[in-house]
Nanobody, 120 residues
Framework: QVHLVESGGGLVQAGGTLRLSCAASGSIFSVNDMGWYRQAPGKPRELVAR???????NYADSVKGRFTISRDNAKNTVYLQMGSLKPEDTAVYYC??????????????WGQGTQVTVSS
């Protein structure tokens, strides 16, 4: 079994900052790409940012220059530092990781989601 546990969501005023964390644990051999997605009410889930095991990153255009994704490979943890938050960033944020399990099978795993609410 593999688990992704997220933390760090909450309510913040526009212009503020939040930091999300997501730790992977369980039957892990290695963790490949990790990323953050978000889903606002009535909208499809969308990519926010991804980071490879080597540290290469890509971002949605809507968050470039405001959000920074990083990871700690020793802790199997990915972070999302969010700044200059806008009301349109309000959504449930989900962590995703491509994990090679100890059974040598690569599977995508999702966290339970954490609510981020930005007030105007």
């Amino acid at each position: 079994q593999v688990h992704l546990v997220e933390s760090g969501g909450g309510l913040v005023q526009a212009g503020g900052t939040l930091r999300l964390s997501c730790a992977a644990s369980g039957s892990i051999f290695s963790v490949n790409d990790m990323g953050w997605y978000r889903q606002a009410p009535g909208k499809p889930r969308e990519l926010v940012a991804r980071i490879s095991s080597g540290g290469s990153t890509n971002y949605a255009d809507s968050v470039k220059g405001r959000f920074t994704i990083s990871r700690d490979n020793a802790k199997n943890t990915v972070y999302l530092q969010m700044g200059s938050l806008k009301p349109e960033d309000t959504a449930v944020y989900y962590c995703n990781a491509q994990i090679l399990t100890i059974a040598r099978i690569t599977l995508p795993y999702w966290g339970q989601g954490t609510q981020v609410t930005v007030s105007s």
